[in-house]
């Protein structure tokens, strides 16, 4: 994404610091006259939760590469009768706004058809870690869509926004069963997503990429776990998905990618950890070569592999923060998934999350040092 913004740069290394110029909720479509065939009074869409439920209802984001002059952060969510607003929302990491990139279906009423409105845009489950980007096509990705309004039962397959064209699009339906919940993450060497269901009755699978995704081809494989509010992410070094169970347990384990039918591995960890809960952020640091780990608080930590055999050596954890500036992000709720994100430029790494629609998004300045991409530069649109 080039260089890093000034105001990332003008950053103390290891702080955190409110980014946003406005909030999530200034853009709520249920206060625009244009989007809120009803207004001034409540939108169908509101469900039991309202425009919180973008946000506090077990939902995601992403961040998009190609959206805006250095990136932006997406946010997507609702779901279970919580909110049954649909529509996407940008943070830009130039202007530092929030803006809303599309509307809401109008009129949320049953049926739906395999988690699609009557006007071709999805019905939006509880995203849980679901929510990704694709650069190769500027879009942002979710791995499921809801069936029904009730609420708990989705449809395993790929739906994409095209950021660039503000329409929706669908991939096919997955050949077998993929619980809701559950984590998804995106292999840029494969042009591949990988998934796994977080309940029981799910499966592990991957979804190949076709052009626009809309004919992927979908392989299955046995299950590894099953936990609803697991998290993951590549490593590209070693081409593996670490997966972390702390909602569970204080337990980390590999997945090899180049045998993706074999039993995941338990890795061991050596340093200092902190206290680990789920539902945390845990993003891939390309500048650090680590995964990067926050959950509430001030803390931000890496955890990085000492040796070069992901099998048998420790996984390393260092706390990253700085001295206390301050400045401590609200604690997420329910939890925050993929809306912790690394925004990684040239001369700087960044991480960014939104906790609510009435507060800020806040920023972590990593600490400096040379960017390396494993992966060739600018393959399937990355960078």
């Known amino acids: 994404m080039g260089t890093a913004p000034a ?13 946003s110029q406005n909030r999530l909720a200034d853009v709520d479509p249920a206060k625009d006259p244009a989007a809120n065939p009803v207004y001034p009074n409540m939108p169908q869409w509101t469900g039991n939760n309202g425009h919180a439920c973008v946000i506090e209802c077990w939902n995601d984001g992403a961040l998009a590469t190609r959206l805006g002059a250095k990136g932006s952060l997406l946010a997507w969510g609702g779901g279970h009768k919580g909110y049954y607003g649909n529509e996407v929302y940008a943070f830009d990491m130039q ?96 042009d591949t997503w990988w998934m796994e269901g977080g309940d029981s009755g799910g499966n592990f699978g991957r979804y190949a990429m076709n052009g626009t995704g809309t004919a992927g081809t979908w392989t299955m494989y046995p299950p590894k776990f099953n936990y609803l509010d697991a998290m993951a992410e590549r490593d590209p070094v070693h081409d593996i998905i670490v997966t972390t169970h702390f909602e569970r347990d204080a337990d980390m384990y590999g997945i090899d990618l180049t045998n993706p039918g074999s039993a995941p591995v338990l890795l061991t960890q050596g340093g200092s950890p902190p206290t680990r809960s789920g539902r945390h952020g845990w993003e891939w640091s390309p500048i650090r070569q680590a995964f990067i780990y926050w959950r509430a608080g001030g803390d931000v930590y890496q955890v990085k592999l000492a040796g070069s055999n992901w099998k048998t050596g420790t996984w390393v954890w260092e706390r990253l923060t700085a001295p206390d500036n301050g400045v401590i992000p609200a604690d997420p709720s329910p939890g925050v998934y993929n809306r912790f994100r690394l925004a990684t430029y040239d001369d700087a790494e960044v991480a960014v999350v939104v906790n609510s629609t009435t507060g800020p998004v806040y920023a972590f300045r990593l600490p400096d040092g040379v960017l390396v991409r494993p992966d060739p530069p600018g393959v399937f649109g990355a960078q």
């Open 95 to 190: 202007t530092r706004l929030w803006t809303r990139l599309s509307n809401p279906y109008k009129t949320p009423a049953f049926p739906v058809t395999d988690g699609w409105w009557p006007d071709g845009s999805p019905a939006v489950p509880h995203t849980y870690a679901m929510v990704g980007y694709h650069a190769g096509t500027n879009s942002l990705v979710s791995m499921q869509t809801e069936r029904d309004n009730a609420g708990g039962i989705v449809v395993p397959m790929l739906v994409f926004f095209d950021l660039s064209a503000k329409t929706w699009r669908r991939g096919p339906i997955a050949p077998s069963h993929i619980q809701y919940g559950g984590w998804g993450v995106y292999d840029l060497s494969r």
């Open 7 to 19: 105001w990332v740069k003008a950053m103390p290394v290891g702080t955190w610091a409110p980014a």
